[in-house]
């Protein structure tokens, strides 16, 4: 029995922009999604029968990583499912992780590559930075070109990512979940639009770029404050392009005075905010407050990783 945990993750930085190839910074936050796996006389998860249609991620991570007997797979996650916090990659990384263990053959590099070829084969259209931010853990730091602290370069169709390790201080992030669900997709798609017919919009993608790195060697030097305003010229950018929601924005402007910066998180449309903050009590108040579902998060935590046979209090 092989037993294996993944972080989610929240976007700090070019979501979007990632997709034309720009840069994105992206942390493993401390909400973990386990898998187990176990020998059984057929295919089972969390006790029924597998289904291709009800267990998507995991039938495609078993398509992936497993040609042995049948098993039953068993997972627990603290991460809302479409929230935007990375919840089906760490299912897919964590899944992915255990077969690989009790083949003998786990490395979160080659967790990664695998998690990403199932992400893709599921939603059509993704770029490898959830699965690799919850397989590495800590900072990831995504770009065309390969810089300091790199780990892997992933590669689908004519796109590739080379992916890079960051260090990341101990902050501390306010998500604020509105609830609504917007499928990353035709966000993905809207967004390609607007940039061919519009030259602001194509300079938005342009500046986000910029942000990216200025904000990764913000958050380096632990200078909250300009992580902060980096968050929220981003998440205007962000608006610019059309991915906003007017409960986003209630929810950023409701931050104002009890954090360094927010700014939508991951596709838009609706699903996450976070804010960079000190105060995590009135962050929260603040983001409850618009009718938002608030949840406090540390961020740089570690990524997959084998843990111990689960125990009753699991
Ligand atoms: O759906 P999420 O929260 O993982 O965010 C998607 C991020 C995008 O940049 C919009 C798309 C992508 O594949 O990178």
Known sequence: ??????????????????????????????????ASVSSS????????????????????????????PPIEIVTRSRIPSGSGLGSSAAVTVATIGSMLAERGRFRPETVARKAFEVE???????????????SNGHGV??????????????SAGDKAW??????????????????????TG?????????????????????????????GVSAVEKGDKARVGKLMLENHGLLNSLGVGHPLLDKAVEACERVSYGAKLTGAGGGGSMIA?????????????????????????CEGVRLEPRATRAD
């Open 1 to 34: 029995m092989k037993r294996c945990s993944a972080p989610g993750k929240v976007i700090l930085f070019g979501e979007h922009a990632v997709v034309f190839g720009k840069p994105a910074f992206a942390l493993a936050i401390d909400l973990r999604i386990t």
């Open 41 to 68: 006389d057929q295919y089972l998860v969390n006790g029924r029968p597998m289904k291709k249609q009800h267990h998507v991620y995991v039938s495609k991570a078993l398509d992936e990583a497993w040609n042995g």
């Open 120 to 134: 893709l084969a599921v939603q059509g259209r993704a770029s490898p930075t959830d699965t690799s931010t919850s």
């Open 141 to 154: 730091l995504v770009a065309q070109e390969k810089m300091d602290g790199f780990l892997w370069r992933i």
């Open 162 to 183: 080379s992916m890079h390790h960051r260090d990341v201080p101990g902050f501390t992030f306010v998500v604020g979940y509105t609830g609504i669900h917007a499928s």
């Open 186 to 214: 035709p966000l993905v798609a809207g967004v390609k639009k607007l940039v061919d017919s519009s030259r602001d919009a194509a300079r938005a993608v342009d500046r986000i770029a910029e942000v990216v790195l200025d």
């Open 276 to 300: 960079l903050t000190d105060d995590p009590v009135s962050a929260s108040e603040a983001i409850a407050s618009v009718g938002c579902t608030p949840m406090t998060v540390n961020v740089g």
